[in-house]
């Protein structure tokens, strides 16, 4: 039996095929949702950050912090993602941004840059400890080797203990025709695709028990096309620890007619609902105050607690597969290569906030969008959540960091910080009522632990 025979009969004995066929009739019987069931949740579980006092914010802030130091708390990313629709075959973690913020230059690198400088804060907060923030990153089989090369890179140029980082790969199921059957990619190999975000926890229940023997009690999850992000949010995994949280999701204010999933109760049970199942009337409709009742929007920012996960990671648990059509190249019948020009297949995706509705104690944190929110999803063409609309968003947060402890520009270029010196704005002191300007960088070697050395726009 040649290789491709033997890999293909490797490939079938791992498919289950009683599973395929039942996933795929029922992600074509899920029950929608009935507006009438639908409310917001209570003010008593939503936290508007932006509405709370100082006294408040510096609580959470320091709970979390205190989590910290104490080793308790995993930020774990999914990266699982392609850059395909930026044109690139490499992971979207991966991706060079061109600024230079962090080694190497990517939204992993941030990712990492912050990781290392909210440990010294939480250091400099509880002297005598020795904060461990555990990664954990899900790939898949398209993103695993890549992203694991960029990791082994961050772990020595950020200084991670080597059992701080745990890496998996998320299941890949086979993708189906429009009538259900299996697609073959080449000869003697079936199309396959990742599960979805919500894969997150099949993948990740072999890996709780080590991470509670290294003392993890909470996880925060985001995506990793999020520039904004601030990983391992104090503030927010604060909030969620006082307040007992078993699960918490972090939000920001929806806009007119924007697509994005609302946080909200079914039946008395949290859920994100699809702008398409919450309807234009009730997706407009607003308070007293004038803000929009369903407004929470989904940003797939997460707070859970180990004890959480660990009942939704039980086999036992099966969460829904949800449809998605998409183009995919495949063999017809005939052995010939179809490229399609509009969709003609079927992905299941399971979704990470599909376990919401198992939460005991549930709380939604809502965030400034222009602080906290700008992803990196399309092709620079589109002028929306592209490179520069991220690198724009950036900008403008290092600026408003600059800003508040006195420095003036006088260029147009924008200034990037490096994205270790600062986790929150924090740690500019020594820049106070500067003026600086990007060229300056390259011979002020004070500016240097502040900026990369060749800043560009």
Not at 111 to 119: D, G, N, P, R
Not at 178 to 201: D, H, I, Q, S
Not at 285 to 310: E, M, P, R, V, W
Not at 435 to 444: A, C, G, K, L, T
Request: charged residues 25%; contains cysteine.
């Amino acid at each position: 039996m040649g290789k491709i025979a033997t890999d293909f009969k490797s490939q079938l004995e791992r498919t289950n095929f009683a599973d395929a066929r039942s996933w795929f009739e029922e992600s074509a019987h899920l029950q929608a949702t009935s507006p009438e069931n639908l409310k917001p949740v209570a003010d008593d579980h939503y936290f508007r950050s932006f509405e709370l006092s100082r006294e408040e914010l510096d609580e959470y802030r320091d709970a979390g912090l205190a989590a910290i130091s104490r080793g308790e708390v995993a930020a774990l990313v999914l990266a699982g993602g392609q850059a395909s629709r930026l044109g690139s075959s490499q992971p979207k973690g991966t991706v060079p941004l061109g600024i230079a913020t962090s080694s190497p230059d990517c939204l992993l690198g941030i990712q990492a840059a912050k990781i290392s400088a909210l440990q010294r804060l939480a250091a400099k907060k509880f002297p005598g400890t020795d904060p461990k923030i555990q990664w954990v990153i899900m790939t898949s089989q398209g993103t695993e080797k890549t992203t694991r090369d960029f990791v082994d890179t961050l772990i020595k140029n950020y200084n991670f203990d080597s059992n701080q980082v745990t890496m998996f790969n998320q299941d890949e199921i086979a993708a189906y025709d429009l009538e259900g059957n299996f697609l073959l990619a080449e000869f003697g190999k079936l199309v396959t695709a990742p599960n979805g975000n919500g894969g997150l926890y099949s993948a990740l229940s072999p890996y709780l028990p080590e991470l509670r023997k290294k003392g993890v009690k909470y996880f925060h999850v985001y995506c990793v096309d999020n520039i904004l992000c601030k990983v391992a949010d104090p503030h927010f995994l604060g909030m969620s620890i006082v307040k007992k949280a078993d699960v918490a999701t972090k939000t920001v204010p929806k806009t007119v007619g924007e697509l994005v999933g609302s946080v909200c109760l079914d039946n008395g049970k949290p859920r994100v609902v699809e702008y398409s199942e919450l309807g234009a009337e009730l997706a407009e409709l607003k308070s007293a105050d004038g803000k929009f009742l369903f407004g929470a929007g989904s940003i797939a920012n997460h707070f859970f607690t180990i004890d959480f996960l660990d009942r939704v990671c039980s086999p036992s648990m099966r969460l829904p597969y949800h449809r998605a059509l998409k183009k995919i190249s495949h063999l017809d019948k005939n052995g010939d290569l179809v490229k399609p020009d509009k969709p003609n297949a079927i992905k299941l995706e399971q979704f990470v906030f599909d376990v919401f509705e198992h939460s005991e104690n549930f709380y939604i944190w809502e965030v400034n969008r222009a602080e906290e929110f700008s992803p990196l999803k399309n092709a620079e063409s589109t002028g929306k959540d592209c490179l520069s609309t991220c690198l724009r968003d950036l900008a403008a947060v290092d600026k408003k960091w600059l800003e508040d402890v006195g420095v003036k520009t006088t260029s147009e270029k924008p200034l990037y910080l490096l994205a270790d010196v600062s986790y929150d704005g924090e740690g500019l002191e020594e820049l106070r009522d500067r003026q600086i300007r990007p060229e300056d960088v390259e011979s002020d070697e004070t500016l240097q632990k502040f900026f990369p050395k060749r800043p560009t726009a």
